[in-house]
């Protein structure tokens, strides 16, 4: 059964930083694009960043560019998000997400994920 797991989530001022870390059991996604989803309350769910499988090529939110890296330890099965230059508006509740197929091609659209993590709240404070 495949789980993904978040931490790193938590409480922080404007300007601060935090790293998101996702976890991935049940099976290897080496070979998988991963990407973190973020919903704010009374929100849609959106998109935050993506990282194929090598980390060769990695896409971002308009919102997160510049502020925001995504990466990932293969040997792990560890994706992580690092997140500087926080702001109120980046509050919500993040979620890592794979796809059911190696064969991923639109890595910013959350119906091409089918297993998601329970979700590690970030909470930005003015």
């Known amino acids: 059964q495949v789980q993904l797991v978040e931490s790193g989530g938590g409480l922080v001022q404007a300007g601060g930083s935090l790293r998101l870390s996702c976890a991935a059991s049940?099976?290897?996604?080496?070979?998988?694009?991963m990407g973190w989803f973020r919903q704010a309350p009374g929100k849609e769910r959106e998109f935050v960043a993506a990282?194929?499988?090598?980390?060769?090529?990695?896409q971002y939110a308009d919102s997160v560019k510049g502020r925001f890296t995504i990466s990932r330890d293969n040997a792990k099965n560890t994706v992580y998000l690092q997140m500087n230059s926080l702001k109120p508006e980046d509050t919500a509740v993040y979620y890592c997400?794979?796809?059911?197929?190696?064969?991923?091609?639109?890595?910013?659209?959350?119906?091409?994920?089918?297993?998601w993590g329970q979700g590690t709240q970030v909470t930005v404070s003015s």
């Open positions: 990282i194929n499988w090598n980390a060769g090529r990695t």
């Open positions: 049940g099976r290897t996604f080496s070979t998988y694009t």
């Open positions: 997400a794979a796809p059911g197929s190696p064969f991923t091609t639109r890595a910013t659209m959350s119906i091409e994920y089918k297993h």
